[in-house]
């Protein structure tokens, strides 16, 4: 049976287009949609409207990306994974997943609770809890502020005195404060990992002049030194598995003292600057991961040990 997949995009960028290109060769029938284009309708079978599957569902949704909007907007689109995922329809990543990977302070959460090496975090409400924050830990390093929300190295800053704060209306009254690692550089370097499906699919240095190493401000794709990408790989497989993603891009920083530490979980991530260092195409890898997890729930069960033992031999 041609295995029907559903791509959550919210613009037409090429890594969509790439993802439904391999799905399609692979014999999968797509459909490209804005998450905000699906909408709860309890007068239909399945309780959801889904533009190109009639009262019928996906045999999967691989989500691309999900546009900013209201709280309202955002709770909703969320909540309409949340019910594919109740139909039992695999959902790459799950609203869990998103949900724990947007807000950074959860993510640092289920990451130190999974015993994986991140830098001490706190987030707080309101400028008084971060002063007093700022007061003690700044007595043994700089901290570094960042959105709750954000991605691509917008809005980090330095905090060196309690005057770097901002105020409370720039960052809507949260405050997520980590301590800076110091590294070598400049140069500077860190790493970011591709998991999907419980392996690492590709991985590259970023290097800048600038200390936020992120590639849109002009950080440079490398291949990273062999000798790292054993530890590499096992902390990004492990920190992926920490929030529950089908796949995801892992931000880990080599400390100056040697030590690797996982920043941040990506459950959404770009590859246009990986895919440049990288040996493998991540869009083909991400198609035939999905479409061998969909193949494996729907086969009978006397089969699947045989298919993964000639997996495993071949």
């Known amino acids: 049976m041609t295995p029907r997949i559903l791509i959550v995009s919210d613009n037409s960028e090429a890594r969509s287009k790439g993802l439904a290109q391999s799905l399609r060769g692979r014999g999968a029938t797509v459909v490209t949609v804005p998450l905000a284009s699906l909408a709860f309708d309890t007068d239909r079978p399945n ?50 997943a998103i949900e724990r990977c947007v807000d950074k302070s959860m993510t640092t959460f289920l990451l130190q609770q999974a015993g994986l090496p991140t830098p001490p975090t706190f987030a707080v409400e309101g400028r008084a809890a971060a002063e007093e924050i700022a007061a003690r830990e700044l007595a043994r390093t700089r901290l570094v502020l960042k959105p709750l929300f954000g991605a691509q190295g917008r809005g980090i800053r330095m905090i060196a005195s309690l005057s770097d704060l901002p105020s409370p209306a720039e960052i809507n009254d949260v405050y997520y404060l ?51 990408e054993d530890d590499l790989a096992a902390l990004a497989i492990a920190a992926a598995a920490a929030v529950g993603a089908d796949f995801a891009g892992v931000d880990i920083l080599p400390a100056q003292d040697g030590r690797l530490l996982v920043l941040e979980v990506n459950s959404m991530p770009a590859w246009s600057g990986l895919q440049t260092v990288a040996a493998v195409n991540i869009a083909d890898a991400i198609a035939e991961a999905l479409l061998e ?16 033992a000639a997996r495993a031999n071949s």
């Open 47 to 96: 309780g959801l409207t889904i533009p190109g599957f009639g009262d019928g569902l996906p045999d999967a949704v691989l989500v691309r990306s999900v546009a900013a909007g209201s709280f309202e907007a955002i709770t909703r689109r969320l909540g309409v994974l949340h019910a594919l995922g109740r139909l039992s329809v695999p959902v790459w990543n799950s609203a869990q």
């Open 178 to 228: 980590q301590h800076y690692v110091p590294r070598v550089g400049p140069p500077f370097r860190d790493f970011r990992v591709f998991v999907c499906a419980g392996k690492v699919v590709a991985m590259m240095s970023r290097r800048g002049e600038d200390w936020i190493t992120n590639v849109n401000r002009g950080a440079v794709p490398e291949k990273p030194s062999t000798h790292a």
């Open 293 to 308: 997890f969909v193949a494996a729930r729907t086969e009978p069960s006397s089969v699947r040990p045989h298919r993964m």
